[in-house]
């Protein structure tokens, strides 16, 4: 499975920025998720939200609820994240990651990884 991220950019505090995340390679079930997280400078990767192809989306309710809103186009093998709302907190290189297991909010549950898409936001 390949994944390609993109949408990220430099934008102003309150802007908002649509991420998209293609995945090619193979037939997708639906239990196949999309995962978007995101890494600040000095910390940590951070689980952001997650879609199944089948339907359900996941998000973390301390940084993304209320502002971000994942979604998929499953004709295009597409998974976007729009991000409303944006505040310099926000700014970090954001990846998409696409796997099988039941549970979606870290890292180890995802088996492939996009290259990331940096997103700053300036005050």
């Known amino acids: 499975v390949q994944l390609q991220a993109s949408g990220g950019g430099l934008v102003q505090a309150g802007d908002s920025l649509r991420l998209s995340c293609t995945a090619s390679?193979?037939?997708?079930?639906?239990?196949?998720?999309v995962g978007w997280f995101r890494q600040a400078p000095g910390k940590e990767r951070e689980f952001v939200a997650a879609v199944r192809r089948g339907g359900g989306t996941f998000y973390n309710a301390l940084s993304a609820k209320g502002r971000f809103t994942i979604s998929s186009d499953n004709a295009k093998n597409t998974v976007y994240l729009q991000m409303n709302r944006l505040n310099p907190d926000d700014t970090g290189v954001y990846y998409c990651a696409a796997g099988l297991r039941d549970t979606l909010a870290s890292s180890s549950d995802y088996d492939y990884w996009g290259q990331g898409t940096q997103v700053t936001v300036s005050s």
């Open positions: 390679g193979r037939t997708f079930s639906a239990d196949f998720a």
